[in-house]
């Protein structure tokens, strides 16, 4: 069992119903800003498109921000959806953040659309959405454009994503499945496995297959791995479970697409009657949360770690009440980073 854990917040930017987008970015702000004073290593956005209750639409613009706000802390996207964009103009703007924040830049990569199969074709529009099968050749070439070592065959050789820097951002290949766990290991890149997304009782075959299939590259000389929870932390299980409340309703209101309001109370959460088959969905859908008091959480943290053979944690908290969220994160805190 990893005797100390390295955490990393995966924020969503979460916006509650009756709150605003700029409320959640603020609040995203404060909470890098708390939790560089915690300890976590690093502070990832995330990008989601046309949904209510996320406000994290362009990680780059809050990674900006972010940045700004804080000193140390690791930044970066957890991730972004390459297919939507040209691996040029990513790689210029991770060099000009990494310009502004030497050495604290990271780069998350993820293949999934961040939306509907509707937005991701207004994401391209009026040109056709890329091919998703180019999304290797898409990491190969951003990798080349941030380091300015594309092969002189290839097309684009000569140009360069911005003045030079001196350190590169760090690439990291996200999923929850097989094909981005062998791409990661093909090449040569640290991998995050999203075991909150779905998928998880696989999850620990599947980050053992990216450690087997891991080829040495410039980026990266041994896999490495790392694992992104849900957590909701309070100072007892009650508390927590209220509070996960929010959480639950709001993976069905996504499911059904009815999420156009943000996310609700728990007061109105617990109003909400399950039927049978929302039970059924909330327990086959794959999306799991750690949820209790402190010896609880750090109970299954470490369970979890032990299981994936890794010391690295990715921690996402959404709930409707941003002290909550903020004091989950203290909670956590207090247990992994003294």
């Given at each position: 069992?990893?005797?100390?854990?390295?955490?990393?917040?995966?924020?969503q930017s979460p916006v509650r119903k009756g709150g605003t987008g700029a409320d959640a970015l603020r609040e995203s702000i404060e909470l890098a800003v708390a939790c560089e004073s915690m300890g976590y290593e690093r502070?990832?956005?995330?990008?989601?498109?046309?949904?209510?209750?996320?406000?994290?639409?362009?990680?780059?613009?809050l990674i900006g921000q972010i940045g700004a706000a804080t000193n140390s802390i690791r930044i970066g996207s957890g991730g972004v959806m390459l297919p939507h964009y040209s691996a040029f103009k990513v790689?210029?703007?991770f060099r000009m953040l990494e310009t502004l924040f030497p050495g604290r830049i990271d780069l998350g990569l993820g293949r999934a659309p961040g939306g509907d199969q509707r937005t991701m074709i207004a994401m391209s529009y009026p040109s056709n959405p890329i091919d998703v099968r180019?999304?290797?050749e898409q990491v190969e070439d951003l990798i080349g454009?941030?380091?300015d070592s594309l092969p002189v065959e290839h097309p684009f050789h000569t140009l360069r994503a911005g003045p030079p820097t001196e350190h590169v951002p760090q690439v990291w290949l996200l999923g929850s499945g097989v094909d981005s766990a062998r791409l990661a290991a093909a090449r040569g890149l640290p991998f995050s496995f999203a075991h909150f997304f779905?998928?998880?009782?696989?999850?620990?075959?599947?980050?053992?297959?990216?450690r087997r299939e891991f080829r040495p590259s410039a980026q990266l000389a041994e896999p490495r791995a790392h694992v992104a929870v849900q957590v909701m932390c309070a100072q007892t299980t009650e508390e927590a479970e209220w509070h996960a409340l929010s959480m639950k309703v709001g993976r069905i209101q996504m499911a059904r697409n009815q999420e156009r309001s943000g996310i609700v109370s728990p007061e109105e959460a617990s109003e909400h009657v399950f039927t049978p088959e929302e039970e059924r969905f909330l327990e086959h859908s794959g999306m799991r949360a750690t949820v209790g008091n402190p010896e609880q959480v750090a109970a299954e943290l470490y369970a979890i770690a032990e299981?994936?053979?890794?010391?690295?944690?990715?921690?996402?908290?959404?709930?409707y009440d941003f002290e909550a969220r903020l004091r989950s994160y203290e909670l956590i805190a207090q247990q992994y980073l003294h």
């Open positions: 069992m990893p005797k100390d854990l390295t955490l990393t917040v995966v924020e502070f990832w956005v995330a990008e989601h498109h046309n949904i209510a209750g996320i406000a994290s639409t362009s990680p780059e613009i790689a210029e703007n180019a999304y290797p454009y941030l380091g779905g998928n998880s009782a696989q999850g620990p075959d599947i980050v053992d297959l990216y299981r994936y053979d890794t010391e690295l944690l990715g921690v996402v908290t959404i709930c």
